[in-house]
């Protein structure tokens, strides 16, 4: 599934979320970032000819905090790489997700914390890298981390189906069901302003109906792109976000597209990823629109240690 990714870390136990999630993920290789906003303190070694042997580049909290962090994915046999910089936060995880496959982070969810790795950081990372982006609720911190299901909004546009590959792959890969959902919204009564027996009878048969239709579009969907993968779905009528939110599950993956940059700067702004991101109680994978697997064969530098 994915080769190599990345979990930006802050030093606070907000990404202690998104390192349990990505433990569930299998990769080769994980690279642990861990930005400082202030300048580390540099010793520098002067030879007997006057001239600079080496400098010694020191961070406040020194390795410690990410050698632990990367116990459980030495623990699962893959390789961990340990990086710090320093900097303007999103900047160091733009740049460090040149060479990666997924990112995977916290986001502050509806708890207090405000550190790091918190609302504008995440909502620029999501908008400017050119890979997946596994954003996960900060207080997602379940006793027993786990993943049993993929879900899939859906909403008859091409763009939304094409979560639907990389959702196969997921549950290919963990061996999991996909759960399609399709929320429609006809807004019948809103149109025509009436409120007699007669309008609410119309809207109910409305909303049966379309609710109908809605399910037809989703199991075709699924056979189409989940070939032999255990699939099963369900239709709403009401407000999109509203629905969602009451029927994904702590366990779920939510596995999503918008828009270009264009769409994630709705994103910021409400949009029903947004709000899925900001309120659901699981990890959203959001992708962005043409986002395409990238050949990925260099290894990244050990981050820079630069403003």
């Not at 136990?13 to 970032?33: E, F, N, T, W």
């Not at 900047?91 to 986001?107: F, Y």
């Not at 429609?184 to 239709?213: I, K, L, Y």
Request: charged letters at 25%.
């Amino acid at each position: 599934m994915y080769d190599r990714i990345l979990v930006p870390l802050d030093g606070s136990s907000l990404p202690a979320a998104a390192l349990a999630v990505a433990s569930l993920v299998p990769s080769r290789l994980a690279y642990l970032l861990r930005v400082e906003q202030n300048a580390p303190e540099v010793s520098h070694y002067i030879g007997p000819d006057g001239r600079e042997t080496h400098k010694r580049i020191v961070f406040r909290e020194g390795d410690e905090y990410l050698k632990r962090a990367g116990d459980a994915f030495r623990a699962q046999g893959r390789r961990v790489e340990e990086l710090q910089s320093w900097g303007d936060p999103a900047e160091r995880i733009i740049d460090a997700s040149a060479d990666v496959d997924l990112i995977v982070m916290a986001t502050h969810g509806r708890g207090p914390a405000r550190r790091v790795l918190h609302g504008s950081v995440v909502d620029r990372v999501a908008r400017e890298v050119s890979v997946p982006v596994l954003l996960v609720p900060g207080e997602h911190v379940p006793d027993e981390p786990a993943i049993n299901r993929i879900f899939v909004p859906l909403d008859g546009s091409e763009l939304a189906e094409t979560a639907m590959p990389v959702a196969v792959t997921l549950a290919t890969g963990l061996d999991l069901p996909i759960h399609g959902v399709c929320v429609v919204d006809p807004r019948t009564r809103e149109r025509s302003g009436a409120r007699d027996g007669r309008a609410d009878e119309h809207a109910q048969r409305t909303s049966t109906f379309a609710e109908h239709a809605a399910r037809i579009y989703l199991e075709d969907c699924l056979q189409r792109h989940g070939g032999a993968i255990s699939t099963t779905c369900e239709a709403y009528t009401g407000g999109a976000i509203a629905a969602l939110l009451r029927v994904i599950r702590p366990d779920d993956l939510v596995v999503m597209t918008t828009h270009g940059h264009r769409g994630l700067r709705r994103l910021v702004l409400g949009s029903v990823a947004d709000g899925l991101i900001r309120r659901a109680s699981a990890p959203v994978l959001l992708l962005r629109e043409g986002m395409v697997a990238a050949d990925r064969s260099s290894t990244p530098q050990r981050a820079e240690r630069r403003p």
